[in-house]
Nanobody
Framework: QVQLVESGGGLVQAGGSLRLACAAS????????VGWFRQTTGKERQFVAA??????STYFADSVKGRFTISRVKNTVYLHMNNLKPEDTDVYYC????????????????????WGQGTQVTVSS
């Protein structure tokens, strides 16, 4: 089992920045890749970014490329969000996958088998 706890969400003005953190505990040695997703109630969960366990590979949704970066320090993965826009408002979830992956599977929620509880990000215009 892997336990995930997200933090760092909040209210920010458009153009501002936030850093989300995903702290993992438990059997983290079994993790292959860590992803961030976001979701609005009633809509499908959307891929935001991911980083492989070795940190050699990173992936980003087109909507956040150039604005968001992802990094990891030990068992914590950070999502650095810059130049935030009102459309970035959502609940952000981190997720761990213990399965092998490729560039096609990384953005799909079904790849990930452990999820955090989510943290709210609100960007005001």
């Amino acid at each position: 089992q892997v336990q995930l706890v997200e933090s760092g969400g909040g209210l920010v003005q458009a153009g501002g920045s936030l850093r989300l953190a995903c702290a993992a505990s438990g059997r983290t040695f079994s993790t292959y890749i860590v992803g961030w997703f976001r979701q609005t109630t009633g809509k499908e969960r959307q891929f935001v970014a991911a980083i492989s366990t070795t940190a050699e590979s990173t992936y980003f949704a087109d909507s956040v490329k150039g604005r968001f970066t992802i990094s990891r320090v030990k068992n914590t993965v950070y999502l650095h969000m810059n130049n935030l826009k009102p459309e970035d408002t959502d609940v952000y979830y981190c997720a761990h996958s213990t399965s092998s992956f490729n560039s096609l599977s990384v953005p799909t929620p079904r790849l990930y088998n452990y999820w955090g509880q989510g943290t709210q990000v609100t960007v005001s215009s």
